[in-house]
């Protein structure tokens, strides 16, 4: 655990950017025993982007792009915690709670925002209810889960046009994530579609919408762009270009133009937006992103940088701000590490100098476009071989690369696997059951739900100096918990149950959705909260304990 005696460095962030400068720092350090390095990530993995494409159409297993981050990380305490609060004053980092709701509260001295981004759908009717995002793990799993099963149900569905529907897959954004993705699915869904008797390829539609006039038009030149639209173009690939995704229903993607089509898989890979908890904090920055230097260092501040995508770090050619890329994240974290050591022991600070290599994108069945340094222009097959030699490359540890090396070659001799993987979501409203004597929270516990009784009384206890006042007794019908979830506070007193009790637990992210949707609701809970408070205030005035 992190020492209160040495220089205390705290990592937001287990991407590209964080998971890199912890790595760095590791690294500096060396023998010495002169700073501690904590990372705080809401997974305990890395993942490596570049190749989650590849798990839709299975070319490397689900498990093969992920790198557990304690293996990576000998020396780095790693904290599996989404981040409730920063505040700059204290210097202190707030997190979500364990299995007790409690909060966990991390001190620093040196603060490496590394956040990146997360998919924006605000503004866009319909799409954060049935769009299907695609920016990690979950997210690939999910998708190729989805395929299989639509897959299945047209297999077996006698309406023409509720088939077309099933068997047509939209895809939005032309940039490097939503070509490669449109590319897999393709390559997957005509692939497998062989097993299938009643599904012929030629009923199959994969249609890329992009607001460009062709896609990859704003990362690679013309020819090679052009390249990447024609091979797509023959494999079966439509393309929507120069109009958007407007909004979405449960049945049809509907585009800027006004086109309305039909289908029950539709994936966005935009927009996306830096991560709201940036955006939140009294620092530097522009549309969401924190403004740095070429130390990376947040403008106007002391031990606070920031680097990835959340970043807006000048780009060393003088062309604007660095490019959201692994490639500029994996140097920026190895400045950024060199820079706070450099602090730490009075040393020289470096800035930031790469330039960028290139960029390549994989266009499914073995080709893709690549264009190094700006003179080296390739594609097809040797561009394919390049993506990959370069990829595998760069995987992290020996293990990952034998694993998708392995995959790779098992891929040219074995054909897709078919297997849906069913795993549930956990219920947004879900049951509890407590006996007498049990508390259903304590007073300091954070607030994470909302709490209606069905069945069974409880009490409300306040302690304060050292007595216990009875503030109220709940009956079935009567809810509690709202106080926390409103005031975005701990809870302020304990509840008890006085007899066995049954409740309907609402999830702190169900309860923000139906407050901020349904404005007569909150006012309701308001003026219950507010009701609670006076009666509250006036029994701690009075100093009696209620029984």
């Known amino acids: 655990m992190p020492s ?3 220089p205390r460095i705290l990592i937001l962030g287990g991407g590209f950017a964080g998971a890199y400068t912890a790595y760095y720092l590791e690294r500096l350090l060396g023998n010495r025993d002169d700073f501690d390095i904590s990372l705080v990530n809401k997974e305990n993995y890395f993942v490596f982007q570049p190749l989650l494409a590849e798990i839709i159409s299975g070319n490397i297993g689900i498990l093969d792009t992920v790198s557990p981050l304690r293996r990576l990380l000998k020396r780095t305490d790693l904290y599996v915690r989404e981040i409730e609060s920063i505040d700059m004053e204290k ?17 620093y001295d040196h603060l490496v925002i590394a956040l ?3 998919t924006n759908f605000r503004g866009m009717a319909g799409l954060q209810e049935h769009a299907l995002p695609f920016k990690n793990l979950a997210d690939a799993i999910f998708l190729r889960n989805h395929l299989i099963h639509t897959l299945e149900e047209a297999a077996i569905e006698t309406d023409p046009e509720f088939r077309r529907q099933l068997l047509t897959f939209v895809v939005a954004g032309g940039g490097f994530s939503g070509v490669e993705v449109a590319a897999e699915l393709n390559d997957f869904v005509r692939r497998v579609a062989t097993h299938y008797r009643s599904i012929h390829r030629n009923e199959i539609r994969v249609i890329l919408v992009h607001s460009g006039k062709r896609i990859l038009d704003r990362e690679l030149a013309g020819p090679l762009s052009l390249y990447a639209q024609s091979i797509l173009e023959k494999r079966g690939v439509e393309f929507r270009l120069n109009d958007r995704l407007r909004a979405a229903t449960p049945d049809s993607a509907i585009l800027n133009g006004g086109e309305r089509i039909q289908t029950k898989t539709l994936i966005s890979t935009v927009p996306s937006a830096p991560h709201p908890l940036v955006a939140s904090l009294p620092l530097h920055g522009e549309k969401g992103r924190l403004k740095a230097n070429l130390f990376t260092q947040v403008e106007g501040s002391t031990g606070i940088w920031t680097l990835g995508d959340c970043a807006l770090i000048p780009d060393p050619s003088g062309s604007g701000f660095c490019p959201p890329t692994a490639q500029h994240a994996m140097r920026q974290a190895k400045i950024t590490a060199h820079n706070i050591v450099a602090s730490i022991r009075g040393e020289q600070l470096k800035p930031f100098a790469f330039k960028g290599l290139g960029k390549m994108g994989a266009l499914g069945h073995r080709s893709a476009v690549v264009e190094l340094l700006g003179r080296v222009k390739q594609s097809g097959f ?4 390049m993506w990959r030699t370069v990829y595998w490359w760069k995987l992290p540890g020996l293990d990952r690369k034998l694993k998708v090396g392995i995959a790779w070659a098992l891929d040219l001799l074995i054909p897709p696997e078919l297997v849906q993987l069913k795993l549930g979501d956990p219920q947004g409203v879900s049951q509890a059951h407590f006996e007498a004597g049990e508390a259903v929270f304590e007073q300091g516990d954070l607030g994470d739900r909302l709490y209606i009784i069905l069945k069974g009384e409880a009490e409300v206890v306040r302690s ?3 007595t216990n006042v009875v503030l109220a007794r709940l009956v079935p019908g009567e ?12 809870r302020g007193a304990t509840v008890r149950c006085v007899t066995s009790m049954d409740v309907l637990a609402v999830r702190k992210g169900e309860f923000s959705s139906l407050v901020a949707n349904l404005p007569d609701l909150r006012r309701s809970f308001e003026q219950v909260m507010q009701k609670r408070t006076l009666q509250t205030r006036d029994l701690l005035q009075q100093g009696g304990e209620k029984h």
Not at 479 to 489: D, P, T, W
């Open 4 to 6: 209160p005696t040495r």
């Open 464 to 466: 304060d100096n050292g």
């Open 382 to 385: 040797l561009a394919w071989v």
């Open 479 to 490: 809810y509690f918990g709202e106080m926390a979830l409103l005031n975005q506070k701990t």
């Open 116 to 118: 990146g981004s997360t």
């Open 91 to 107: 210097k202190t980092v707030t997190l979500s709670h364990g299995f007790r709701p409690r909060p966990h509260v991390l001190s």
